[in-house]
């Protein structure tokens, strides 16, 4: 079963523009988690925010989380051309063991 | 320090063939996973092992997927026989203790079924 949906499914910018990915979820969780994949490889973890944290910084990244929407954002600042990749969030639904992961927003910065 | 290591990284069957995926996880970590990811989607775990003990394996095929992790370190995730739909990404991940820490995965296995 899905935990995590994100939107937009697909997004398209220019190099130098911000990109904004959200991830909504079901349950209660005590993390979630946000991964990159780049075409082709495997996923590589970016940032995890904890539930009683309301935002996080890392780098040219941003990410929020609201537990009482059940929602979190991931900015990426000033996007360059390598951001190019899918990124997908991930929980560990309230009570479980394994991490669920969404089917992932796909980001193209064109140059 | 040295990555998640997986082999083959590529690798083409016939259905009905069998065929066997190697992982060798981040050195001291006590858990491996493996997730199966078909295009477009995203990860979905097959089975966790916490040491060589089995932590998940709910979403295994258990008629024709099976994986083991001898001595609590390497792991092979074996398909027999596969089907056209087995064919995906096959990520295999580490992490220091539990599934909700960080995550470490290998470049995947990519399989194709014909």
């Known amino acids: 079963s899905q935990q995590g949906e994100e939107d937009p499914q697909a997004l398209s910018i220019q190099e130098g523009e911000n990109a904004t990915m959200n991830c909504s979820y079901k349950?209660?969780?005590?993390?979630l988690q946000w991964y990159r994949q780049n075409s082709g490889r495997g996923l590589v973890h970016l940032i995890l925010?904890?539930?009683?944290?309301r935002e996080k910084h890392s780098g040219r990244l941003r990410v929020t989380l609201d537990t009482s929407k059940k929602s979190s954002s991931l900015l990426i600042t000033a996007s360059r051309a390598a951001d190019t990749a899918s990124y997908f969030c991930a929980t560990v639904p309230g009570g479980g063991n394994k991490l669920v992961f969404g089917a992932g927003t796909i980001l193209r910065v064109k140059s | 320090e040295a990555g998640v290591a997986q082999s083959p990284r590529y690798k083409i069957i016939e259905k009905r063939q069998s065929v066997a995926f190697w992982c060798n996880p981040i050195s001291g970590h006590a858990t491996l996973y493996w997730y199966q990811q078909i295009l477009g989607q995203g990860p979905k775990l097959l089975i966790q092992f916490q040491n060589n003990g089995v932590v998940d394996d709910s979403q295994l095929p258990k008629d024709r997927f099976s994986a083991e992790r001898l001595k609590g370190v390497d792991s092979t995730l074996k398909i027999q026989p596969a089907k056209l739909e087995d064919s995906a990404v096959y990520l295999c991940?580490?992490?220091?203790?539990?599934?909700?820490?960080?995550?470490?995965f290998g470049p995947g296995t990519r399989l194709l079924v014909l």
């Open positions: 925010i904890r539930s009683n944290e």
């Open positions: 991940a580490s992490s220091a203790q539990g599934a909700s820490e960080t995550q470490y």
């Open positions: 349950t209660s969780i005590n993390n």
